[in-house]
């Protein structure tokens, strides 16, 4: 399989696919010419790292979880404590995403959105918090 058919094949872009390759995530093989060759494998191995990299998963926690699934001895416990980890950092995301929608909200209430030049938004905005 060639690069453009194993994108097709994992919904990755050609540049994501050379990207992975550069940093050693997959290493497919090369023909006579130079061109890469993809394998099954490969194509498996690009599916699996586009699917962990759409959950959030960093390139690193790609890396670790990759060795995990070739490692036939691994404990299925830290799979689950790395899941667990990005959890609890999606959780906390999303906390902070929280907090600053409603922080905002209430900015957006508080200001009159009228002709006058005072704005509750930028006020905020230009509040010196350092001290």
Do not use: W
């Not at 994992?10 to 890469?36: A, M």
């Not at 962990?52 to 890396?63: K, N, P, T, V, Y």
């Not at 416990?77 to 906390?95: G, N, W």
């Not at 995403?97 to 959105?113: K, N």
Request: aromatic content about 6%.
């Amino acid at each position: 399989m060639n690069i453009s058919d194993v994108s097709a094949a994992t919904g990755l872009p050609v540049k994501t696919i050379r990207y992975y390759e550069e940093i050693d995530l997959i290493t497919p093989g090369r023909s006579d010419n130079g061109y890469r060759h993809f394998s099954e494998s490969d194509r498996h191995k690009l599916a699996f790292l586009g699917r962990a990299r759409s959950l959030g998963f960093s390139i690193d926690d790609c890396r670790s979880l990759l060795r995990l699934y070739n490692d036939t001895d691994r404990a299925s416990s830290d799979v689950r404590q790395l899941a667990l980890t990005h959890l609890q950092e999606i959780e906390r995301k999303r906390d902070e995403l929280t907090q600053m929608r409603d922080t905002l909200a209430h900015l957006i209430d508080a200001c009159a959105g009228n002709d006058r030049p005072d704005c509750p938004i930028l006020a905020d905005l230009a509040a010196d918090r350092q001290s």
